[in-house]
């Protein structure tokens, strides 16, 4: 199995940016998805999930109304959408896949490699 997340960069406060994960070798559709991040001196929490139809979101209080997770199973694909970025955002953010919708990390079986996002003020 692998998750592949690039979309990430340097961008201003009040920017956006799109993020993807690529899976491979995995059945897509049956995986709940999320995006987590990690900032330095903290511990990696969860931004957001996706169920494996997509009709089901959940996110973090802190990037709900900004971020928007989708995916694409024909692609095999999760996307999250960042609007509104503020400093506090700026983390490595990891794609990961789980057999259901979970907030912790040992609940998610495959991890992609991590992509930086970086808000500068």
């Known amino acids: 199995v692998q998750l592949q997340a690039f979309g990430g960069g340097l961008v201003q406060a009040g920017g956006y940016l799109r993020l993807s994960c690529a899976a491979s070798?995995?059945?897509?559709?049956?995986?709940?998805m999320g995006w987590f991040r990690q900032a330095p001196g903290k511990e990696r929490e969860r931004v957001a999930a996706?169920?494996?139809?997509?009709?089901?979101?959940v996110y973090a209080g802190s990037v709900k109304g900004r971020f928007t997770i989708s995916r694409d199973n024909a692609k095999n694909t999760v996307y999250l959408q960042m609007n509104s970025l503020k400093p506090e955002d700026t983390a490595v953010y990891y794609c990961?896949?789980?057999?259901?919708?979970?907030?912790?990390?040992?609940?998610?079986?495959?991890w992609g490699q991590g992509t930086q996002v970086t808000v500068s003020s």
């Open positions: 996706i169920s494996g139809s997509g009709g089901t979101t």
């Open positions: 070798g995995l059945t897509f559709s049956r995986y709940v």
């Open positions: 990961a896949a789980a057999r259901a919708i979970a907030a912790t990390t040992d609940a998610y079986d495959y």
